[in-house]
Nanobody, 119 residues
Framework: QVQLVESGGNSVQPGGSLRLSCVVS????????LSWYRQPPGKEREFVADTTASGGTVTYADFAKGRFTISTDTSKSTVYLQMNNLGPEDTGVYYC????????????WGQGTQVTVTS
């Protein structure tokens, strides 16, 4: 069974930084498109950023541009989300997602990691 395991969530002060990690196992990492989503308290889950496994194509939500960076390490089957200049509005549960490129298919989610930004 495919596993995506996030880590790195924490409580930080406004202006702080965090790096989230998501390790993928039991699936070919190189055929995945990898994404980060987040769910703020009381709100719907929203897209943050995505990338191909090679890192060649990257997309960001408007709120993430200039502050967040998504990257991959194919040798570790890991996707990262570096988050800088965090604000209270960034509080939420952050989820890793992997979608298998054609013809592999699949849509896999991690369990989430909590990010809290508070003074």
């Amino acid at each position: 069974q495919v596993q995506l395991v996030e880590s790195g969530g924490n409580s930080v002060q406004p202006g702080g930084s965090l790096r989230l990690s998501c390790v993928v196992s039991r699936f070919r990492f190189d055929v995945l498109t990898l994404s980060w989503y987040r769910q703020p308290p009381g709100k719907e889950r929203e897209f943050v950023a995505d990338t191909t496994a090679s890192g060649g194509t990257v997309t960001y939500a408007d709120f993430a541009k200039g502050r967040f960076t998504i990257s991959t390490d194919t040798s570790k089957s890991t996707v990262y989300l570096q988050m800088n200049n965090l604000g209270p509005e960034d509080t939420g549960v952050y989820y890793c997602n992997g979608k298998g490129d054609w013809p592999y298919g699949g849509d896999f989610w991690g369990q989430g990691t909590q990010v809290t930004v508070t003074s």
